[in-house]
């Protein structure tokens, strides 16, 4: 079995509505509460950071299974929406929702579709951050595939 680690620095000098900092070997950001939730918005937050996750988790892994399935592309973008609740003052995220947009290559066949439409919604399910939040957070696609 082979294991990664992966590692993030905080600092938090001060009390709630300050300003902290995550750092990794490749991000350095400001983190703080958002505007939202009544903070400063200063940086990014824990809501951004859970979406962000699952967002470049599902592109990626899409990606991926398209070049496994040897279908072209011309472009890939997708915007993602983090809906959190809160009642009776607790915070609660519930639900993820991609919207990705595939334009295939011009020489697609009617194979290519059929299978970039299924990898489009395979491409969830086999995301290890969304199978890390199953059962909490409901995550959705709401795919578009253009030609």
């Given at each position: 079995?082979?294991?990664?680690s992966?590692?993030?620095?905080t600092?938090?000098?001060g009390?709630?509505?300050d300003?902290?900092?995550?750092?990794?070997?490749?991000?350095?950001?400001?983190?703080?509460?958002?505007?939202?939730?009544?903070?400063?918005?200063?940086?990014?937050?824990?809501?951004?950071?859970?979406?962000?996750?699952?967002?470049?988790?599902?592109?990626i892994?899409?990606?991926?299974?398209?070049?496994?399935?040897?279908?072209?592309?011309t472009?890939?973008?997708?915007?993602?929406?983090?809906?959190?609740?809160?009642?009776?003052?607790?915070?609660?995220?519930?639900e993820?929702?991609?919207?990705p947009?595939?334009?295939?290559?011009?020489?697609?066949?009617?194979?290519?579709?059929s299978?970039?439409?299924?990898?489009?919604?395979?491409?969830?399910?086999?995301?290890?951050?969304?199978?890390?939040?199953?059962?909490n957070?409901?995550?959705?696609?709401?795919?578009t595939l253009?030609?």
């Amino acid at each position: 079995m082979t294991r990664h680690s992966f590692h993030i620095t905080t600092d938090w000098p001060g009390l709630r509505n300050d300003v902290g900092t995550l750092s990794s070997e490749n991000l350095h950001i400001n983190i703080s509460i958002p505007p939202e939730m009544d903070g400063p918005g200063i940086g990014t937050n824990p809501d951004e950071m859970l979406l962000g996750a699952a967002a470049t988790c599902y592109i990626i892994t899409l990606a991926a299974m398209l070049e496994r399935s040897h279908i072209g592309k011309t472009d890939l973008t997708m915007t993602s929406e983090g809906i959190v609740e809160v009642e009776k003052g607790v915070i609660t995220y519930k639900e993820i929702i991609h919207r990705p947009v595939l334009t295939l290559i011009p020489s697609h066949t009617e194979k290519d579709i059929s299978l970039a439409k299924k990898l489009m919604m395979k491409a969830e399910q086999s995301c290890m951050i969304t199978r890390a939040i199953k059962g909490n957070v409901i995550v959705s696609v709401d795919p578009t595939l253009l030609l």
